[in-house]
Nanobody
Framework: QVQLVESGGGLVQPGGSLRLSCAAS????????MGWYRQAPGKQRELVAT???????SYTDSVKGRFTISRDNAKNTVYLQMNNLKPEDTAVYYC?????????WGQGTQVTVSS
């Protein structure tokens, strides 16, 4: 079955960096686009970044120039490098893949940006 397992979250000071990882299994990873979403307390889940199977990336405006999504098809893993973190980046971050008509999610990893 499809599994997505996120890791790499934690507590970081403003201006700091984190790299999130999402290990995928149960499908042909290299054939599908992947996405990172986040959900802050009391807010709706929002799309942060996507990467196509060919490596084309897109970002929500608030993270452009600070976050970088990448993928390693040999390791079935997608990454989110987050630099210059801000308190408003605090959220649970989720990995996502859409297979046919179904959307799959990981369990999420907490990112807290605070001094």
């Amino acid at each position: 079955q499809v599994q997505l397992v996120e890791s790499g979250g934690g507590l970081v000071q403003p201006g700091g960096s984190l790299r999130l990882s999402c290990a995928a299994s149960g499908f042909t990873f290299s054939s599908y686009a992947m996405g990172w979403y986040r959900q802050a307390p009391g807010k709706q889940r929002e799309l942060v970044a996507t990467i196509t199977r060919g490596g084309i990336t897109s970002y929500t405006d608030s993270v452009k120039g600070r976050f970088t999504i990448s993928r390693d098809n040999a390791k079935n893993t997608v990454y989110l490098q987050m630099n210059n973190l801000k308190p408003e980046d605090t959220a649970v971050y989720y990995c996502n893949v859409k297979l046919l008509s179904l959307s799959y999610w990981g369990q999420g990893t907490q990112v807290t940006v605070s001094s």
